[in-house]
């Protein structure tokens, strides 16, 4: 499986970004898919999964702003994420869990790693 994320750029506080991940692989529709994200300096961390069933999670920081969705025509999940703050400064890597497809918000239970896109939210 792999996976190429996309989508970041630079954007004002207050704004919004779309991020993008295709995978590749026939059986994208039954793997869980999550997002995370390492600031400079920290450890990497849990921004928001979803089941092959459709079933979401958030953190609690970015719940109420962010929405991931996926397409599973397209073998692409999206983070959707509105009223950006400075410290969602990252860069953002989209997994893939391929077992249970039941996605998770511990990064260990995934088996594969995109490469990243940076967001960089200006104050």
């Known amino acids: 499986v792999q996976l190429q994320a996309s989508g970041g750029g630079l954007v004002q506080a207050g704004g919004s970004l779309r991020l993008s991940c295709a995978a590749s692989g026939r059986t994208f529709s039954s793997y869980g898919m999550g997002w995370f994200r390492q600031a400079p300096g920290k450890e990497r961390e849990f921004v928001a999964t979803i089941s092959r069933s459709g079933n979401t999670a958030y953190s609690d920081s970015v719940k109420g702003r962010f929405t991931i969705s996926r397409d599973n025509a397209k073998n692409t999940v999206y983070l959707q994420m509105n009223s950006l703050k400075p410290e969602d400064t990252a860069v953002y890597y989209c997994?893939?869990?391929?077992?249970?497809?039941?996605?998770?918000?511990?990064?260990?239970?995934?088996?594969?790693w995109g490469q990243g896109t940076q967001v960089t939210v200006s104050s």
């Open positions: 997994a893939a869990e391929i077992i249970g497809g039941w996605g998770d918000s511990r990064p260990s239970e995934y088996h594969y």
